[in-house]
């Protein structure tokens, strides 16, 4: 696909898609409540109508009508052993999360994605769901998908410390802890986003949170609700960083979830220096209309606590670093390397192609700035994140054209992302 160069500023306002933790998670705990759960705003791109189609499959009824998902819930007792295969498709949290939830049941299921999915490692979630006495086994007896689960109808609470930071995989122990005889206790190596525990209290769960510590007792059930998804912050920040790096642009983006576990993006772009600002703040659904400018950024330093709250905007946040004046340093990602592709070298691989003085490290990358691009043939490898930054970079090409294989990966979590793209360059 021939992309989008040469923009002469963006200007405008949109809202972008739903979030994708938020939009999973809802029908996940809209089918494990007793009642009817209503969902509006809910993403439709492929990673959730993967979730929703699993739900399906394990016996929940789900319609949705084009604007409402109603979801008729069974709780956790009353999923059904599906007739064939899982599909998670290219899923990482559906089948990272699922796992968790298929763990406590009676019956024996299997979850296969595709070829991208299926080299993805599910030991960090498998090693503590066995321990709680569940049997989960990869391809080959291993830790890849196709994953068989061998569900455990009383599961055993669990004291557990966290080896990595990864809201999956913390989400994945809650969801088994739920269905547990007792306190299950987990230690996160470093805070990760917490909309799973956000949405435990939202159906009328419990949930004790104290600095790094959880403790969840159960069995717990779940009651019906009435759920409105904010748009996507890791959606947001292609359309941050375009308004900010492309001359002439003032962007503005409406109802953005600002939940302080999602919100390390916004607090890169003030220490780069970028004009952003935020106004109608909505605190009980945690969404904020936010508005940036073409500014001069400066490099950063960016590590530690804040990876987990940034971690898959580090790509476009990668692009950022192209454009402003000094060395940036991105260090303790190493979980990029186990996303849709190796986002480390894929990101130092692609814009290298268009110029960037960009090198790959074992945890991160090193970016000095700040450099013109050009022209080029790039690729996605298949991954959304990487698709979506190819294009805001691409805009910054004055001078031949960039062409992107594998375009169509945006879909999976921005199916507009394109047509945003033209309307907010006037249309061209």
Not at 223 to 247: E, M, T
């Amino acid at each position: 696909m021939k992309l989008l160069t040469n923009a002469a500023g963006l200007v405008g306002e949109i809202e972008v898609p739903a979030d994708k933790s938020i939009s999973h998670r809802s029908i996940m705990f809209g089918a494990l409540a007793k009642g009817k759960t209503t969902i509006k705003n809910f993403l439709r791109g492929e990673d959730c109508l993967t979730t929703l189609k699993a739900f399906q499959d394990l016996g929940v009824t789900i319609e949705d009508d084009g604007e409402t998902i109603t979801v008729e819930g069974v709780g956790f007792a009353g999923l059904k052993k599906p007739a064939d295969i899982l599909e998670m498709g290219n899923s990482g949290t559906t089948t990272r999360l699922i796992m968790g939830i298929l763990a406590g049941t009676d019956f024996t299921s299997v979850l296969s994605g595709d070829a991208s999915l299926n080299k993805r490692p599910m030991a960090r979630v498998m090693d503590p769901l066995n321990q709680m006495g569940a049997d989960l086994t990869g391809a080959a007896g291993g830790e890849l998908p196709p994953i068989t689960i061998v569900g455990q109808k009383k599961l055993q609470p669990i004291d557990y410390l966290m080896p990595v930071a990864s809201a999956q995989v913390k989400s994945a122990i809650i969801f088994a802890a739920l269905q547990a005889q007792g306190t299950s206790t987990i230690v996160e190596k470093v805070a990760s986003r917490n909309h799973t525990e956000e949405m435990i209290r939202q159906f009328g769960g419990t949930i004790e949170v104290t600095g790094r510590e959880i403790k969840i007792t159960g069995p717990q059930t779940f009651s019906a609700q009435s759920v409105i998804v904010p748009g996507d912050i890791s959606s947001a920040a292609f359309f941050l960083a375009a308004g900010l790096i492309v001359p002439n642009s003032e962007v503005t983006l409406t109802n953005v979830g600002i939940n302080p576990t999602r919100t390390g993006i916004l607090e890169v772009i003030q220490a780069m220096g970028g004009s952003l600002t935020e106004s109608a703040i909505d605190e009980k659904n945690q969404s904020a209309t936010l508005t940036v400018k073409t500014s001069s950024l400066k490099a950063t330093e960016i590590g530690g606590a804040i990876i987990p709250r940034l971690i898959d905007e580090l790509p476009i946040i990668a692009l950022l670093a192209t454009q402003a004046t000094g060395k940036t340093v991105i260090k303790d990602a190493e979980e990029l390397k186990v996303k849709e592709t190796n986002r480390i070298d894929a990101v130092a691989t692609e814009l290298k192609k268009m110029g960037a003085d960009i090198t790959a490290t074992a945890d991160g990358l090193i970016i000095n700035g700040p450099t013109p691009l050009h022209g080029a043939a790039v690729t996605s490898y298949g991954d959304h994140r990487i698709g979506m930054m190819l294009q805001i970079a691409a805009l910054l090409v004055k001078n031949g054209t960039v062409e992107l294989e594998q375009a169509e990966a945006v879909a999976v979590s921005y199916p507009q992302f394109f047509e945003d793209v033209t309307s907010l360059n006037g249309g061209r």
